[in-house]
């Protein structure tokens, strides 16, 4: 035994040549994130609802949405495709450096 299995772990620095541009808020700006998107969600249909749910929250595979939902798995696949788009239009501040249900931005 070393004795390096007591010690805490350091975690490392990563050094950049530019201060982040934005810095991240307290806990409230999660919560005003959250009320965004459960509006930007209330405003979409049941059924893009329940394919965002589901597939990007719960994390389902768009083979088990389509079996919950009754429908095709191309269903899903379009109706998740339409229904990230919208959600972007109704809720732009929710789009970086965010994420939204999983799906990374840029």
Do not use: N, W
């Not at 070393?2 to 050094?15: A, I, K, L, N, Y």
């Not at 394919?51 to 798995?73: F, Q, T």
């Not at 789009?95 to 931005?105: D, K, M, Q, S």
């Amino acid at each position: 035994m070393t004795g390096r299995e007591d010690r805490p772990r350091r975690r490392r620095e990563t050094v950049v040549a530019e201060p982040p541009g934005r810095a991240l808020a307290d806990g409230a700006h999660g919560v005003d994130l959250r009320i965004d998107m459960r509006r930007a969600l209330a405003k979409q249909t049941a059924r893009q609802r329940a394919v965002l749910v589901l597939r990007y929250y719960e994390d389902l595979p768009e083979a088990e949405v389509a079996g919950i939902l009754g429908c095709s798995v191309g269903t899903v696949r379009s109706t998740a495709h339409r229904s990230l788009a919208r959600l972007r239009e109704l809720a732009p501040e929710l789009r970086e450096p965010y994420t939204i249900f999983g799906e990374a931005t840029a």
